[in-house]
């Protein structure tokens, strides 16, 4: 059983900042790429951005790639997502998310069906 809880996210202005974390039970991290997914008010949930520490795979989706970086935390063990530049279209709830059965590797543009395991989402709001 996996277990995966985000923190970080508030309100801030636009051009602003902030740190989103995502913390896993267990070694979850050696073994399975964890992926950052948002959901905007009214809209779909959408990937953000994913990090393996198993093959070192990563993507950023376009709409956040040069502002977002995803890294490991190794003394928090945790997968944070540092946002830079924020916009008002930003504003969502944050989910991290993995896949148990196949997900060694990050896979852009992968159903949400296929991953397994999710938190409970964060809230980021940016105000223009």
């Known amino acids: 059983q996996v277990q995966l809880e985000e923190s970080g996210g508030g309100l801030v202005q636009a051009g602003g900042s902030l740190r989103l974390s995502c913390a896993a039970s267990g070694s979850t991290f050696n073994y399975y790429a964890i992926y950052w997914f948002r959901q905007p008010p009214g809209k779909e949930r959408e990937e953000v951005s994913c990090l393996s520490n198993v093959d070192s795979s990563t993507f950023y989706a376009d709409s956040v790639r040069g502002r977002f970086s995803i890294s490991r935390d190794n003394a928090k063990n945790t997968v944070d997502l540092q946002m830079n530049s924020l916009k008002p279209e930003d504003t969502a709830v944050y989910y991290c998310?993995?896949?148990?059965?196949?997900?060694?590797?990050?896979?852009?543009?992968?159903?949400?069906?296929?991953?397994?395991?999710w938190g409970q989402g964060t809230q980021v709001t940016v105000s223009s």
């Open positions: 998310a993995t896949d148990t059965l196949f997900g060694s590797s990050c896979l852009q543009g992968r159903p949400i069906s296929e991953l397994d395991y």
